[in-house]
């Protein structure tokens, strides 16, 4: 798809130009024709977006229904998805809503030798960044212990749809060293007892679980979760839970009790109390944090090489979750790093929480 | 409120005239001036709805909080609401919605010696029926071991809004020896730790929790629920999580959390421990319902004095709820009883573990 269509899609309203330093972009915020949410148009090159993967929710029927031919199996980090490119000198990370993100711009020659994008600028790298030091969500993979880490998952082209193939991938990320998600090889979509017993592992180790590529021009895809991945979003996001839509925790109940199912259950007791833990730990925690402070907030605590673009940050941040519920602790020069710490506040947890705990009355 | 006054809300579009046998009755679906979404106008007269009742999640500010005098503290009984009120020659039993409820009605000679409504037929009674064999809900109180049975909480006037006075409704349900919900007495706004005792008992006796009724002229009401209705409302339901909103689950953890924050937790893990099973053992129990006859449903099993009735529960259920999801199994007579037996379907819950258990992918 060139360049000059997307722009029509201002005139559909499905896009917006938008500046970001020196750089003027189109960013949709809507699919486009085959072009999906977050494809960017910058420097006359299109960035295409990376469309969500749909989940199975169960290895047995799933794996036969939706694939055709072999697939490779990758991990599933929990993080935050962003792409890489090249652009001009530059190279920008692009959020998955199309977003130039200052924080994985500014780190990212951190995080990857970027080498590739200078010799071969028309490659996309699409990578997970996750770890207790970014800025976005709570949770993070519990085998990261500080800062971030990036993970490239999939290479594009610029101003063309569609993947590299897996081989032509790997290959290029072994040539350039690049930080990769694990690869767990190739399986048959009948292996069903052999993919159970992966996903037993990967809940084992604390990983989110498994996305699926066919081996195949179609390139089909489909992702999986662990119980862990389920328990520990669940966990991490409790203490807001009026500020997410409450799907976000029916949902992963669900899936979870569809992953016990299919693996079996090794200790049934231990898993509900899990669960109770999940919920009941994290509100507890917000009910002590609404008490003593009046408000539910998280404290996000990020490195930056340029303290411009913490600032670019936080700007960010205030216009999109509203200027009120984003506040600057400190930025201050430690070692080789600005650190920002700043404070995201639950608006939503914070208004209810205060009210009952007040004494107000709730009609539902 | 006048009936005729009500006859104008049709024209608002928030009053609707319906038949039921031979009678003819305008229902609010909506709230009307000063009248509550329920209230009817049959037989000329008019009977107020039963407007829900605000709750508060934290005694030891809620007390304070809500009431400026003393309050009546009666149990919350775990059913359906209707109001019995004498229509001619007949009892008729209404919803919370204001339909006539064919079940209640029926049976309501058996729950109750309506002479009352006979001698002070202008007399409405305000009732929860609740029990294993009642056809709307999944849950009942563990101490109501079969069948139904009704428990008066209120009285009112036809063609007046509010209740009779506390000492004049107790006069009345020592008279006519009626059925009623356990009064726990009158406790002021301070007696913070004696109801916070009291909650606790209920709690251990299986009691969904408590309605407090200030002594005064204005009449101010708010209810409180207990840890045991939070976990019990799960376990009852989560079976058809996807048929109810996502937010009735999340709802009930809050305020389980908020419960026990203020209660003190006797048994920390074995609380967990319970809620995770809430969620799990339903689910699991959907899930091989689904593997074995590829649908959700629950069976209800209620007794009629009049066939006819059962006949007219289902065809209101078919109206309201769409005319697959419900199924009769049987009716027969069983000693001085119809039995009815039916089927409700669960569309939604259905329809999810059917595509997913299949293998399908979903997006969220």
Redesign the interface.
């Given at each position: 798809m060139s360049a000059s269509l997307l722009h029509e899609a201002v005139a559909h309203n499905k896009a917006r130009y938008e500046e970001y330093g020196p750089w003027k972009l189109l960013r949709l915020t809507d699919k486009y024709h085959e072009a999906p949410r977050g494809s960017v148009v910058i420097d006359g090159k299109v960035i295409y977006g990376y469309p969500?993967i749909?989940?199975?929710?169960?290895l047995?029927?799933?794996?036969?229904?939706?694939f055709r031919a072999p697939f490779w199996v990758e991990e599933k980090v929990d993080g935050y998805n962003v792409r890489l490119a090249r652009v001009g000198e530059d190279v920008l990370a692009f959020s998955r809503g199309g977003f130039i993100c200052p924080f994985t711009t500014d780190r990212a020659p951190d995080l990857a030798d970027l080498r590739i994008l200078r010799e071969q600028p028309h490659l996309v790298l699409c990578a997970e960044v996750a770890g207790p030091g970014q800025p976005y969500i709570s949770g993070h993979p519990p085998y990261i212990k500080e800062d971030v880490q990036l993970f490239v998952f999939d290479m594009m082209r610029t101003d063309q749809a569609g993947y590299l193939p897996q081989p032509e991938k790997q290959a290029l990320l072994e040539e350039y060293k690049l930080p990769a998600v694990c690869c767990y090889g190739r399986y048959r979509p009948d292996q069903v007892e052999e993919m159970r017993a992966l996903l037993a592992q990967l809940t084992e180790e604390g990983r989110e679980g498994v996305v699926m590529k066919e081996d195949s021009t179609r390139d089909h895809r489909?992702k999986l979760v662990t119980s862990y991945s389920c328990m520990d979003d669940i966990r991490g996001t409790?203490d807001h839970?009026?500020d997410l839509?409450?799907?976000y925790?029916?949902?992963r109940?669900?899936r979870?009790?569809?992953f016990?199912?299919e693996q079996g259950e090794e200790d049934v007791?231990d898993?509900?109390?899990?669960?109770?833990?999940a919920?009941?730990d994290g509100?507890?925690r917000a009910?002590e944090q609404s008490k003593r402070e009046q408000r539910v907030y998280h404290t996000h605590r990020c490195r930056f090489r340029d303290p411009e673009n913490a600032r670019r940050l936080l700007r960010h941040m205030k216009r999109s979750t509203g200027h009120a519920h984003v506040a600057q602790r400190r930025l201050e020069k430690e070692g080789e790093y600005y650190v920002l710490e700043f404070d995201k506040l639950h608006a939503a947890m914070s208004g209810?929480l205060g009210h009952?705990?007040?004494?107000?009355?709730?009609?539902?």
């Open positions: 969500s749909g989940r199975i929710l169960r047995a029927t799933g794996l036969q229904h939706q489909t409790v839970l009026r839509p409450a799907e925790f029916v949902g109940v669900l979870l009790a569809l016990l199912e007791i898993v509900r109390r899990q669960l109770g833990s919920f009941l509100l507890s009910i209810l009952v705990l007040g004494g107000g009355l709730v009609f539902d």
